[in-house]
């Protein structure tokens, strides 16, 4: 039934099934780094580099992590602009009791607060407008309550989720997704209930797979047979050929150009349009905000540590992982201390140190002591991988045909930032504070409902062609504001794609001393700067027009970020913000994995398996620890 290449890619989801409660065995902790040594060593400290550390850390290993910036977190940070705190990207995760199972084991659920955005998604296009409500949160809240009954979830959900998507009892919780789109498109009711029953089975068949009583069944063969809806989007006349999200309205015959719209809303936030975008993994990433709610995050102040310096955004998250990291406590259990690791900032790894075909460690650019080499037993990159590759490594210890496999990849999108800091206390009758109260906390503006029009806009960084979405954060109900009081803070963003910016390269690298090479180009630093101004200024005018009126004259500060930006802070290639762009031979589980052809060598990021986004990457983050222990105990 299957091919060999079908077969090592459903071996890969193997060794991710029951992934979220898999547990460092006891025998792997026996014998951990002596005192000066390091167990592994982690290059970055994003999500996905800090959350593999974390865990070794928790567990009495002894981790090691580097990374050239002066603060953890990758895209999990934030910055003070005056008295305004700014995200530097989170808008929301989601409240799947998968992921919080998994923040319980990286030691920072308990310190973390989860404050609900107003809608799980609410977009407003030109001639009409959508609002998915959040799900039933006095149903969803026995599944968060700790300790996680990962085991039980597949049966637990089964009757909640039919409440998602059909509820049509007002006093059970909102209308589902079906029972909402079905009385504005009545004419698509056929087509919508197929549609959503898949949707619905598919997160039925997801959760299953990752519930430690199920996983891959040992005849792989069976995979069609206990998880069909999955498996019927992955395959075709047995070969693998995912579907598309367009082939899915094809098949269940969507025709509305609105409903499309509606149903494919999310399709820019992960950087592809509908015809390129699997359907499974949109389904799954999509289904979860709708059926578990979206959530923003920040640091609980009553639980963390007081050494720990919270700032109301995704670097709170960050610095608790590190926290976890240095400072592990010992379970009672335990015939030794837990040392916990070291995170090195403001240090720049240079090179992988590769013997005998084996990574074995190091080599960085110590501010103060200058070229040092550090060894352990495993090196984890959360560096990019075209980095990790082309710059990091020999190219002799590379295979040629994992080089060539690899640049078939393309990068996903980046983004275009803007910040904004409001007075609030403006007496005028502009009738902004009458919008500025209707506004939900998190809202996506459209252009149009093309999907296809609006990724192409993105791709050239036209804000009046694309997709902006703006997050109100100091309207959400949480314990640390962004804002003084009196004024409120705003941050619109759009993806964006590199190419535009490509031309300012050379110049932004020697203005910011990123590179010593002597520039001589025909656009100047003062160009770069002008078109970043008209693309910030445009964006601020479009939600004026759309949505807030007199927002301009507000304003009191603002800032805004380009790809090139990305690239300076986190040296992603193109400033992805996703890692590789999740297309359909190289999405999900699928994606590049997290082992290497490099013994000793271990990837964790964004760019691998997975995928993009905060949730994904610690999942990545664990995924490693796995194939580490795996490969520890192999040998």
């Known amino acids: 039934m299957f091919s060999r290449r079908d077969f090592l890619r459903i071996s890969a989801m193997a060794s991710a099934a029951a992934l979220v409660n898999w547990q460092i065995p006891v025998f792997a902790q026996d014998q951990g780094a002596g005192e000066g040594e390091y167990d592994v060593i982690v290059i970055g400290a994003g999500l996905g580099g800090l959350s593999c550390a974390a865990l070794f850390a928790m567990n009495g290993r002894r981790p090691l992590v580097i990374d050239k910036r002066d603060v953890a977190g990758g895209y999990a940070s934030s910055f003070q602009r005056g008295d305004f705190v700014c995200e530097t990207s989170l808008h929301a995760v989601t409240g ?17 607060s989860f404050a609900p955005h107003s809608s799980s998604w609410t977009s407003i296009f ?9 799900p039933p949160f006095q149903l969803l809240q026995p599944f968060l309550q700790p300790p996680i009954d990962i085991a039980g979830l597949s049966s637990q959900l089964d009757g909640y989720l039919n ?3 059909f509820n049509q009892d007002s006093s059970v919780g909102p209308a589902g997704i079906y029972s909402t789109l079905v009385d504005i498109f009545p004419d698509e009711q056929e087509g919508l209930s197929g549609y959503m029953q898949c949707w619905r089975e598919l997160l039925t068949d997801i959760i299953k797979f990752y519930s430690a009583e199920h996983g891959m069944p040992s005849d792989i063969t069976l995979f069609p047979v206990e998880y069909p809806t999955w498996a019927a989007l992955l395959w075709k006349n047995k070969k693998i050929k995912a579907q598309t999200l367009d082939d899915l309205f094809k098949e269940y015959k969507i025709k509305n150009p609105q409903l499309k719209a509606i149903l494919g809303q999310t399709c820019g936030y992960y950087g592809l349009p509908s015809a390129e975008l699997p359907a499974w993994f949109y389904l799954m990433n999509t289904g979860l905000y709708h059926a578990f709610g979206a959530f923003y995050l920040q640091g609980n102040p009553e639980n963390s540590p007081a050494d720990v310096d919270l700032q109301g955004t995704s670097q709170d998250l960050s610095n608790l992982l590190v926290s976890s990291i240095t400072d592990p406590p010992t379970p009672p259990e335990s015939d030794y201390p837990f040392l916990g690791g070291t995170v090195l900032l403001d240090t720049e790894v240079t090179e992988i140190i590769v013997e005998d075909g084996k990574a074995v460690g190091v080599k960085v650019i110590d501010p103060v002591e200058g070229s040092v080499a550090y060894r352990a037993n495993a090196v984890i990159s959360n560096a990019s991988v075209p980095d990790t590759f082309d710059k990091l490594l020999p190219a002799s210890a590379v295979p040629a045909t994992f080089t060539k496999n690899i640049s078939r ?40 409902d093309d999907d296809k029009k609006l990724f192409h806009a993105s791709q050239k960084c036209d804000p009046e062609g694309t997709m902006i979405a703006v997050v109100a954060y100091d309207k959400l109900a949480y314990s640390i504001s962004h804002s003084p009081e009196g004024y409120a803070s705003l941050t619109l963003t759009m993806l964006c794609g590199y190419e535009p910016w490509e031309q300012f390269e050379e110049v932004y690298k020697s203005y910011y001393q990123i590179s010593n090479e002597q520039v001589s180009e025909p656009v100047t630093i003062d160009d770069y700067y002008a078109k970043k101004d008209d693309v910030t200024d445009t964006m601020i005018r479009i939600i004026e027009e759309k949505a807030l009126p007199g927002l301009s004259d507000r304003v009191v500060m ?8 990305n690239v300076r802070y986190t040296c992603n290639p193109g400033g992805a913000i996703y890692g590789y762009e999740q297309a359909l031979d190289n999405s999900g589980l699928n994606r590049v994995g997290n082992r290497t052809p490099i013994p000793g060598l271990y990837l964790s990021s964004a760019w691998t398996n997975p995928g993009g986004g905060f949730e994904m990457v610690m999942i990545s983050g664990k995924e490693t620890v796995k194939c580490i222990i795996e490969d520890w ?3």
């Open 96 to 112: 799947n009791p998968l992921n919080h199972a998994l923040l319980q084991q990286l030691g920072v659920w308990d310190k973390l």
């Open 409 to 448: 990849y393309q990068p996903s999108l980046s983004h275009f930032n803007v910040w904004l800091g409001l007075d609030m206390s403006q007496d005028k009758n502009d009738g902004f504070i009458e919008a500025y109260e209707k506004l939900g906390t998190s809202t996506a503006f459209y252009a149009n």
């Open 126 to 134: 030109p001639d009409f407008s959508a609002s998915l409500p959040q």
């Open 633 to 635: 105990n192999n040998t």
């Open 558 to 565: 603002k800032d805004s970020s380009t790809p090139l930006t």
């Open 163 to 165: 409440l998602v998507f």
